[in-house]
């Protein structure tokens, strides 16, 4: 069953601000990090969403975006290229402004391949993240 339909083509896509990428991404993101800790532990809400921050806040989407760069391909590489590039007003509060650019640049590569519904690249690279992020916490 497909819960939300995407309507644009590639091509359209492509030309999107890098930003609205980086929208989707986000949500994209979260939702994915959501679902993971509900249906990898038992916490109560509250500590969901401690443990989900754990994995969206910038310094952490930036640290994972650098660890798997890469592994990415061409145009991938190019999709973070133009998300770290966009010039976004927004005043990063818990981050540096390059772990912000790296952050939406990651979101832009989320929202990227979720709206071209490349959902296997998508999978794998969340999974990736994933792993991580666990390494990351653990030491």
């Known amino acids: 069953m497909e819960l939300i339909n995407i309507e644009k083509e590639e091509e359209k896509i ?20 959501r679902t993971y800790l509900i249906n990898k532990t038992n916490l109560k809400p509250h500590k969901l969403h401690v443990e989900a921050i754990k994995y969206v806040k910038a310094p952490a989407q930036a640290k994972a975006l650098q ?14 290229k133009r998300g770290r590039n966009a ?24 929202g990227y391949l979720y709206l071209t519904k490349q959902e296997k690249r998508l999978k794998e690279i969340l999974e ?12």
């Open 14 to 33: 492509n030309m999107m601000a890098p930003l609205t990428w980086a929208y989707i991404g986000d949500a994209v993101f979260e939702l994915y990090i």
């Open 67 to 80: 660890k798997i760069e890469e592994m990415l391909t061409d145009k991938e590489k190019e999709i973070v």
């Open 87 to 110: 010039e976004n007003h927004h005043i990063a509060k818990n981050a540096t402004v390059q772990e912000y650019m790296y952050s939406t640049a990651f979101e832009a590569l989320i």
């Open 128 to 139: 990736m993240v994933i792993d991580i992020n666990k390494k990351h916490t653990q030491q």
